[in-house]
């Protein structure tokens, strides 16, 4: 089969890469590139988790092979349309692990990407967390954006003490994070993981995974508490006015017990404390979700 073809115009991934859709390509050629895709990050994926290499002798040789093959397979998902991935779950399934991956253990390679691409990042793991019904692509997908804002708030809002090398990287790595976080073109994206979340475990009978959806909601707090706050005012007030007093202090149990700096005993308390106010809503159909 002919190499898909890519479109013309913009495309998610940014870049001048283009869009790669299925609109512009047979279905036999697009099939063959996505099952290659597939295959390119399930070995990329596996060889960056397996702990076969020590990677910081690439940055000490200046090789980049690391950064190039991660940077090319970001931007061709990217560049990808979200419902292109979708219709194929295999490779929506890889595509989490992928980010996760990179995410969880190269951060150092997300942040080195534009601004594009990393918010064509942020919304490959929303759709991941709303866009399938495979635990698995969910769970990997909400992960990424736990460890975005996990490693935001150790080293650039709670700024672990120390002064070695490693430590220090890490915290010029976290300043680089907060640029692109703050950057137009990823702000609005941002903004929009807490509601998303909310919306899916209280409104959308995804319950049975409050664990992995807790897990991002209390980080995203923890880096932003007004923002919090903001959405918490805007979801009362968007409620039938007899409910507000009660929904209001709904939220207060939310975060009864809860210190949010991002550990495992706060995360915890979180889930169980989310777990109760799903419960509640249910108990009050008039509820209405907050529009994203």
Request: aromatic residues 8%; positive net charge.
């Amino acid at each position: 089969s002919p190499p898909p073809k890519k479109a013309g115009g913009g495309g998610g991934g940014g870049d001048g890469l283009g869009t790669i859709s299925s609109e512009d390509n047979d279905k036999d050629s697009f099939d063959d590139m996505m099952k290659g895709l597939q295959h390119c990050l399930s070995v990329l994926t596996r060889a960056l988790s397996g702990n076969y290499v020590c990677f910081e002798v690439f940055e000490l040789y200046n090789d980049q092979c690391v950064t190039t093959s991660i940077t090319a397979l970001l931007k061709v998902c990217m560049a990808l349309r979200p419902g292109d991935i979708s219709a194929y779950p295999k490779v929506f399934r890889r595509v989490a692990d992928f980010l996760y991956e990179v995410l969880e253990e190269h951060i150092e390679q997300a942040v080195i990407q534009t601004p594009e691409v990393f918010g064509g990042m942020l919304m490959s793991l929303i759709d991941g967390v709303c866009g399938t019904t495979d635990p698995v692509t969910i769970s990997a997908s909400a992960g990424g954006l736990d460890c975005i804002f996990s490693f935001y708030y150790a080293f650039a809002i709670r700024r672990i003490e120390g002064n070695s090398v490693v430590l220090r990287k890490k915290r010029e790595i976290a300043r680089k994070l907060g640029r692109i976080l703050s950057d137009r073109k990823c702000k609005r994206t941002v903004e929009r993981v807490l509601p998303v979340l909310f919306n899916l475990l209280v409104f959308e009978s995804k319950t049975t995974l409050v664990w992995s959806l807790s897990r991002p909601m209390a980080t995203c707090i923890a880096c932003d508490a007004k923002g919090f706050l903001a959405f918490r005012k805007q979801f009362t007030l968007g409620q039938p006015e007899n409910e507000r007093k009660t929904v209001d202090g709904m939220f207060d149990l939310l975060v009864e017990g809860i210190t949010f700096d991002t550990s495992h005993k706060s995360k915890n308390q979180f889930s169980r404390n989310l777990s109760r106010f799903c419960k509640a809503v249910k108990k009050m159909p008039r509820l209405r979700p907050v529009m994203v």
